[in-house]
Structure formats: C-alpha cells, structure tokens
C-alpha cells in the first residue's frame, strides 16, 4: 500500500480485519500517518490541516468512524461550562474521562465579504438583505430568476455555477474564492469539479432547507452536505483517528514503514512487481502481489518505465494546488459574537470563516477552539487559529520563510480587523504539497491515464490524490473499502472505485 492518508489506512485495515491470509505493508513518505487528515501538534496546542467534518450519507462510513472513535455519551468540555444541551450516545464514553471518542458539534461557518459576515451558504436572513443591501438583493433575485429561465451549456465552472445561483450571487460569492483556490478563473475550471464538491447545492436547495426548519423537523439526513449542522470531530482531531487506524494495523500483523517515499514502479508481463523506495538507508526494492496507491497518480506514472509519450505527457501535466496552513495563537479576536450561540470566552462560533474578499489571499480561517476544545491548550484563555491559503509549489508565496509567511498572515488579519497587531503571541506554518487535484489544463485527457492504468490487473490506485479526484475524506474511504472488496473476491475491474462520488443524487438522499 503506498500511501498512509485515510484511503491507505482504511484499505489496509479493511485487508485485515477478519482476513488471516493477507500480509499488508505500507509505504509512507512522511513521518506521521494522516496525509491532509494529520493533526499536528505544536506548543501543546493541535492544527488540523484543511479542516474535517467528520459527516457521511453512507452508513458503512458513519459506522466505520464509529467503531473505530465511538460517539460522546457525556459531555466534553465545553459543553459542561456552557451547559449546552446535545443528544448523547447512550452508554458512549466520556471525553473528559477518556480520550478514543468522537466529539458531536456543531456546524458554524460564515463567509466574510467586503467587511461584512455572511451565513455560509447564503441564507435568507434580513440580516444578509441588510448586509448587501437592497438594490443588491433585488438584483441578485432578478438573476437568480433569469438563470431558470435561460440555461448555460456547462462547459467549464462559471456556467456551473450561474445555472445554480445567477450571475450576481456568483460574482460575489463564487468568482473570487474559485480563483484563489485554483489560482484560475472559474470559466478555465472544468464543471466537473462542482458536480462533485456542490452537486444538488442551488438557492432551491437553500430555501427548501430553510422552508423545512420552519415548517417541519429538522432532519440532517437529507441535508445538502454544504448544508449539515452537526458532524462528529476526534477529541484531539483527524490524525488521533487515522493514528489509532494504523495502530490496529500493527496489531493485527500489518506493516508502517514511516520516511519511505517510492520512486520508482517495476513491472513485468503486465503486472506491477515491486517499487523502489528512497528512505534514510538508501534505497530498497519492496515486492508484492497487489499494489494499491493513493500517492498523486502523476508521480506513480511517472515511476513506471515503458509508458507511452502520449500517457506520460497526460501524467507530467496533471495540475495540482498546494496548501499553507498558518497557526496563529492569540488573545482574543475583534470579531463580536452577534449569535445566539454560546461559546468559550464568548467567542464567534465559527469552525470556518470563508474569505471571499479578491481583497487578500487568505482564503479561510479555521477556528480550532470550535473544532474542539481539546485541540487548544488553554481554550478559556487564548483563540487558536489556523489561516488557510492556497499557491503553487515554488511560487513566491510558498518560498517565503516562516516568519515572512506570519508576518503576511499577521498583517491581513490586522487589515480584515479580526485581530490587534499585538495580539499574535505564538505561531506556526505548516506546507502540503498536491493538496488539491485541479481540473483543467490536460485534465482533459485524464480518461487516457485512467484506461492505461487499469490494464495492470493487479494495481489499484485510491484517495484524492491516487484518482486526481477532489473527494472528501468519506470518498476516499470508499474507493479503499471497495478496493479491499475486489481484492478480498479475485476482482480485477475496477468500475465500482471509480463510481464512488459520480451519482448526482449522492447529496440529496441516503
């Protein structure tokens, strides 16, 4: 297995767990199991990178997570001081007692446009009429309506998104943050994308959602995944779960080998026969029946020898974007909690807050202290924050140096008003390369890539990064799990891991 983020972890124990015939080892670069789902620690406070909300419309996935982390039956931290009140797993355990449990929270994120706070997705509050104003909301509705009535043919992201929420909404809301997280305007984005990230996500959606808590129960599990309100969270963050993960895999026989990047893919009468991995000791040549990766599929082809140019060239121009997450450490924040909603030294009760001002490059802030209390050291008394931008690998922002990099992300915080400029007392940058596969460019031709990869009968390739797909966490898993599946059955072809995260409806029902 080559690759230790979810998608290895859940194939390599999905291997193991009632099968005695099976030898699994796996293959990881880094140093920390997790791959983007990591929890790194610092300073005795954690940051999650990219952030997780741990929510599936598959059961197999909620009971997996569950087996693994079982739901609260008590009350954490937080919601002891605040006196909130939540339905708990009956018989679950108690997170201040123990600390393999799954925390219940509650979904908050706002997004923050031309100094001013937004439901994220927009909701229909006067609040948000206030906020835009008017005229602005008429003439949001008056493109909405257009939009029904007169369709755009889907060829790239922008029409995908004006078909769903018109021109204006989208100019707002959409236009900017795209280009900033892809560094491309969304017209060069292909509309695959948003059928996987926002499927049945439209203002209908929103006002169906809204229509449904005013006049009916409230029932997540019909929700628009945008939508949810509750998601469960590891105390101590994703990596403790997927840290757990490979611990059951060494004690039912599996091998970690940590710092063991493969370089290099052999194969012989159409079967991948062994890698060659770089480590610490220079280099070792690891044989197996069946590969499965989840590392970028760009790198896996180019590994292998004997490609055709015309594959290759399809591998060399996969695009990617990376990832810096900076851990500010602070006081307190500016930013009043107007909510309802109660919080820890009553702060907002954001988990996210989306950036969508073309104003600066950050493009979300996370808010560990709602993630969970237990990611923060001393959560009554300082904000843990995590400030979320998206580059390419070498460009000028990814170069800069840590303290250049603070420094930048200090002084955009201080411009949004979020925080004093001397509110910063500790923090921390974190780089994740190929943390977004991108679809443009040769993504076009992926199919190719695709039909010459599954000519190798014993090679399976899984996770964001090993079908350049943008799941979630809960896809990945699932091309694993049905990987694991195949090869627990003799099964070479490969078409239910590739159905994973194609159905339209995938959103919308259970």
Same mark, same amino acid.
């Given at each position: ?26 293959? $990881? $670069?880094?140093?920390?199991? =997790? ?29 997996? +997570? ?24 009956? =018989? ?8 393999? #449990? ?28 206030? &906020? ?13 309506? =257009? ?34 997280? +892809? ?45 949810? $309100?509750?998601? +469960? ?53 690891? @044989? ?14 180019? =590994?292998? &020898? ?89 460009? $000028? ?52 890539? #695709? ?19 943008? &799941? ?36 919308? @029902?259970?």
């Amino acid at each position: 297995m080559i690759g230790g983020g979810p998608a290895g972890l859940t194939a390599g124990y999905e291997l193991l767990k009632d099968n005695d015939d099976i030898k699994v080892t796996i293959l $990881e $670069e880094s140093k920390s199991l =997790g791959g983007i789902s990591q929890t790194v620690r610092y300073h005795g406070n954690r940051m999650d990178i990219g952030g997780h909300r741990f929510f599936s419309k598959d059961d197999t996935i909620m009971k997996w +997570w569950s087996d693994m982390l079982p739901v609260q039956g008590k009350p954490s931290y937080d919601d002891k001081v605040l006196g909130r009140e939540k339905e708990f797993a009956k =018989g679950g355990p108690d997170p201040e007692k123990e600390d393999e #449990v799954m925390l219940v929270r509650e979904r908050v994120s706002r997004i923050y446009y031309n100094r001013h706070f937004f439901d994220y997705p927009i909701s229909m509050k006067p609040e948000t009429i206030k &906020n835009m104003g008017l005229f602005t909301t008429f003439k949001a509705g008056m493109s909405y309506l =257009g939009s029904c009535i007169k369709k755009r043919p889907e060829t790239n992201l922008e029409n995908f998104y004006i078909n769903r929420f018109g021109k204006v909404l989208y100019s707002m809301f959409f236009e900017g943050y795209t280009e900033k997280l +892809w560094g491309r305007h969304p017209r060069e984005i292909s509309a695959d994308w948003g059928a996987q990230r926002v499927k049945g996500l439209s203002i209908r959606a929103i006002i169906k959602d809204i229509f449904s808590k005013i006049f009916g129960k409230k029932d997540n599990s019909n929700a628009e995944t945008s939508l949810i $309100e509750q998601f +469960w969270y590891p105390k101590y963050g994703p990596g403790q779960l997927w840290e757990l993960t490979g611990e059951k895999i060494k004690e039912k026989g599996g091998s970690i080998l940590f710092e063991h990047s493969v370089k290099k893919i052999n194969k012989k009468d159409g079967k991948i026969v062994s890698v060659v991995c770089a480590t610490s000791e220079g280099e070792k040549e690891i @044989s197996g029946d069946v590969f499965i990766s989840s590392m970028p599929v760009k790198n896996l082809v180019e =590994g292998m &020898n004997d490609v055709p140019d015309d594959i290759m060239d399809v591998a060399v121009g996969l695009p990617y974007r990376d990832f810096v997450t900076v851990g500010l450490l602070v006081k307190k924040l500016e930013l009043v909690n107007k909510t309802d909603k109660k919080t820890l030294s009553d702060i907002v009760p954001d988990c996210w807050i989306y950036v969508q001002d073309k104003g600066y490059k950050l493009g979300r802030i996370q808010i560990f202290n709602n993630w969970s209390p237990y990611m923060v050291e001393k959560p009554e008394d300082t904000v843990w924050i995590g400030l979320e931008y998206f580059c390419a690998e070498g460009d $000028e922002f990814w170069n800069m140096t840590d303290e250049e990099c603070i420094a930048f992300a200090k002084d955009e915080l201080v411009r949004m008003e979020v925080i004093k400029s001397d509110a910063v007392f500790d923090a921390h940058r974190e780089r994740v390369k190929k943390a977004y596969p991108a679809y443009f460019d040769i993504y076009s031709d992926f199919d190719k890539l #695709v039909t010459y990869l599954d000519g190798y009968d014993n090679l399976f390739y899984v996770g964001r990064n090993g079908q350049h797909r943008y &799941n979630n966490m809960d896809h990945s898993m699932l091309t694993a799990i049905n990987t694991a599946k195949a090869i627990k059955d003799n099964v070479t072809d490969k078409t239910n891991i590739w159905n994973v995260n194609t159905e339209k409806e995938y959103h919308e @029902s259970k």
